[in-house]
């Protein structure tokens, strides 16, 4: 991914998840994006001038009423030099001033001078998160037009569990390189490609109240969404049910059911690639209640009759003129990886597996990290246990890499030979 020539102001307010604003810092550097940083009195308990100014390569910003910095670029032109204001990790306390439109220290008065698109990575404890106070202040941001990237679900620094984690750097860096795309998806190798990613569980009713549903986060299928949006392919990501908020810069379809997954894929055809990292229930409950389903005087359970989900994998990879020129499916596997995911490429008429050891021991299923084994025409290659972030991150690159090789490809929705 290139960001040459973008600017991004940095704003790092004060929390734990200060130390990953250094992460980002290097990810977009690396990327060959310039950084002016900026941080607050509270960020500065976490992480030091010297680390932010040394990996920005840019003098740090901190203080409204430096007499120096004023005088060499003050904070009206410096809210306004950047392409993009980001503030990563987001307090809720930036947020809440944010939302007041309060101007009480650089941080504010540059977020309320500039004319430029902000960006918010929230990072805090979950009752923060989850306090009345934030749900009103993003709610508030967002109807705005800031844009927010995460939080993420997981364990945090203050060992509670759930919403409130920074979205990882690499995620970030996505949802950068998505909002500086010039117009719509940024250039790369992938534009003028359009992907369909499906990803997160579904659920089926049972009544009108339960549900058949899985573990599944979203997360990889989010992840690879927004890689490949990073490389400039038009996105479609359907996806079920998630607690993950839509990647900025892509299109996003939202369903329940399996049924509705089929429908909102067949609808975002044409495509050249299709990525199917739902977790697709495979089973729904032939006669759904309209009812809630009572207990019964005797206390017998009720009996379910299950039907088989139409398989959208294999419809979508089946030959025929509206077939995506490159078809990923994945298989969720707990024992056997290779032999059964290699006979589900067979069974399903996909090009490439991505297979990944799904047992509980692995942690994998709706945690942050996946250890994946990429199934194509050549073979199997195991790749390390890495972030889903950077799954999703080399996988858009192996797509990339994989249409720059194969001869100028028809448009979308021609009929194609198999790929490798
Ligand atoms: O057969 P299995 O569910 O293991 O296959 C997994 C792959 O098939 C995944 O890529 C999943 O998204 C896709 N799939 C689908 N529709 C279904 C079941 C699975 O697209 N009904």
Redesign the pocket.
Known sequence: MTLAGKRVLLIISGGIAAYKALELIRLLRAAGCAVTPVLTRAGAEFITPLAVQTLAENAVFQDLFSLTDEAEIGHIQLSRAADLVVVAPATAHILARMAAGLADDLATTLLLATDKKALVAPAMNVRMWQHPATVANLASLRARGVFVVGPEVGEMACHEFGPGRLAEPAAILAAIAALLAPEGPLTGPLTGRHAIV?SGPTQEPIDPVRYIANRSSGRQGHAIAAALAALGARVTLVSGPVTLPDPPGITVRHVET?AEMREATLAALPADIAV?????A?WRVAQAGGEKIKKTASGAPPILELVA?????AEIAAPGPRRPRLVI????ETEHLTENASA?RQR?GCDWIVANDVSPATGIMGGAENAVLLITGDGAEAWPRMGKEEVAGKLAERIAAHFARVASPPPSGEAAEREK
């Open positions: 499906t399996a199917f990292a739902a977790a697709v495979d989900n139409p398989d959208i994998l499916g994945f298989a969720a589900k399903k």
